[in-house]
């Protein structure tokens, strides 16, 4: 071996060795973002509800599975679109879709892609979570529903809500549980538990911002419920410690106008059917959000 080929070779190797660690580390950091997939076991039928299956079109030529609840020919009455969480899927969010449809509203969910039985589009990020709530919000436009809209999201749907309504100023009202103040703050947490150094979990922070073509200051729902225009509902359990309450205080204070809190003593992150139990209190906000009249009931 030449002395030139001598000095370059362990050049070389270096550079193998520092590409595989960086290929391990893009990929660790893809795999730990991903979403796990959960499909539905059941359906809306087996729990009292008329349905139907829908296929909603999305971006990229996707078609969302859903299931649109209500009588059929009730297409002047309110309507909401439920958006799930990150690894779920809208069968779980059933006990959410009970007071709005028994209060005669129409109930539109559907599994965001790379979730329950929708089909995989590369990574899960928030802004796709919007993306397909406007799909569905599209869906039921060209279906001549004419009636008041709300969307109404959990976690990362509760977020994604929030960032279509700052997006698009066609719904009447939002309902946002259990939604994180600020993505970037949301993974350092995350990251924390892991007790990552601070220089990787900047680097992290950075490559994910890069890749999913938004940057977080954007999207936050600190900022993006400023540029909703409609009314908004932010709700959270006071038992949750995946995100804390103070999440919630947090996006409150950034808006003067037009919204409402509700604290939910004893629920965690997961809590739907404690969520679900304030009936009252969601589906009379959005009676009064969209003008419509309330129900007996309440």
Same mark, same amino acid.
């Given at each position: 071996?030449?002395?030139?080929?001598?000095?370059? @070779? #362990?050049?070389?190797? &270096?550079?193998?060795?520092?590409?595989?660690i960086a290929a391990a580390g893009l990929a660790?950091i893809h795999l730990g973002f991903r979403a796990?997939?959960?499909?539905? +076991?059941?359906? !809306?039928?087996?729990?009292?509800?008329?349905?139907?299956?829908?296929?909603?079109?999305?971006?990229? =030529?996707?078609?969302?599975?859903? @299931?649109?609840?209500?009588?059929?020919?009730?297409?002047?009455?309110?309507?909401?679109?439920?958006?799930?969480? @990150? =690894? &779920?899927?809208?069968?779980?969010?059933? #006990?959410?879709?009970? !007071?709005?449809?028994?209060?005669?509203?129409?109930?539109?969910?559907?599994?965001?892609?790379?979730?329950?039985?929708? #089909?995989?589009?590369?990574?899960?990020?928030?802004?796709?979570?919007? %993306?397909?709530?406007?799909?569905?919000?599209?869906?039921?436009?060209?279906?001549?529903?004419?009636? !008041?809209?709300?969307?109404?999201?959990?976690?990362?749907?509760?977020? &994604?809500?929030?960032?279509?309504?700052? @997006?698009?100023?066609?719904?009447?009202?939002?309902?946002?549980? &259990?939604?994180?103040?600020?993505?970037?703050?949301?993974? %350092?947490?995350?990251?924390? +538990?892991?007790?990552? #150094?601070?220089?990787?979990?900047?680097?992290?922070?950075?490559?994910?911002?890069?890749?999913? =073509?938004?940057?977080?200051?954007?999207?936050?729902?600190?900022?993006?419920?400023?540029?909703? +225009?409609? !009314?908004?509902?932010?709700?959270? =359990?006071?038992?949750?410690?995946?995100?804390?309450?103070?999440?919630?205080? %947090?996006?409150?204070?950034?808006?003067?106008?037009?919204?409402?809190?509700?604290?939910?003593?004893?629920?965690?992150?997961?809590?739907?059917?404690?969520?679900?139990?304030?009936?009252?209190?969601?589906?009379?906000?959005?009676? +009064?959000?969209?003008? %419509?009249?309330?129900?007996?009931?309440?």
């Amino acid at each position: 071996m030449s002395e030139t080929g001598g000095m370059l @070779w #362990p050049l070389l190797t &270096a550079a193998a060795v520092i590409s595989a660690i960086a290929a391990a580390g893009l990929a660790a950091i893809h795999l730990g973002f991903r979403a796990p997939r959960a499909a539905e +076991r059941g359906d !809306p039928g087996a729990h009292g509800f008329a349905f139907e299956t829908i296929s909603i079109p999305a971006k990229k =030529g996707l078609a969302l599975h859903g @299931w649109l609840l209500g009588p059929a020919g009730n297409s002047a009455a309110p309507a909401v679109i439920i958006v799930h969480g @990150w =690894g &779920a899927n809208m069968e779980m969010m059933l #006990p959410l879709a009970e !007071p709005f449809y028994n209060d005669g509203m129409n109930v539109l969910m559907f599994d965001a892609r790379n979730h329950g039985k929708s #089909p995989r589009q590369g990574a899960s990020t928030m802004p796709k979570f919007a %993306e397909d709530t406007l799909a569905a919000l599209d869906w039921l436009r060209a279906h001549r529903f004419t009636g !008041p809209v709300a969307l109404t999201g959990h976690s990362i749907g509760a977020a &994604a809500c929030l960032l279509a309504a700052s @997006w698009r100023h066609d719904m009447d009202a939002v309902i946002a549980i &259990a939604s994180f103040a600020h993505p970037a703050r949301l993974m %350092e947490r995350s990251m924390a +538990r892991l007790r990552l #150094p601070g220089w990787l979990i900047r680097l992290v922070l950075a490559y994910v911002e890069w890749n999913i =073509g938004h940057r977080y200051e954007d999207i936050a729902p600190v900022n993006t419920i400023c540029a909703a +225009r409609c !009314p908004v509902l932010l709700v959270h =359990g006071e038992a949750d410690t995946v995100i804390p309450v103070s999440d919630m205080e %947090e996006i409150a204070r950034c808006r003067k106008k037009n919204i409402r809190t509700l604290r939910v003593e004893g629920a965690d992150h997961d809590s739907v059917e404690k969520i679900s139990s304030h009936a009252g209190d969601l589906t009379g906000f959005l009676r +009064r959000a969209s003008g %419509e009249p309330q129900a007996e009931a309440e």
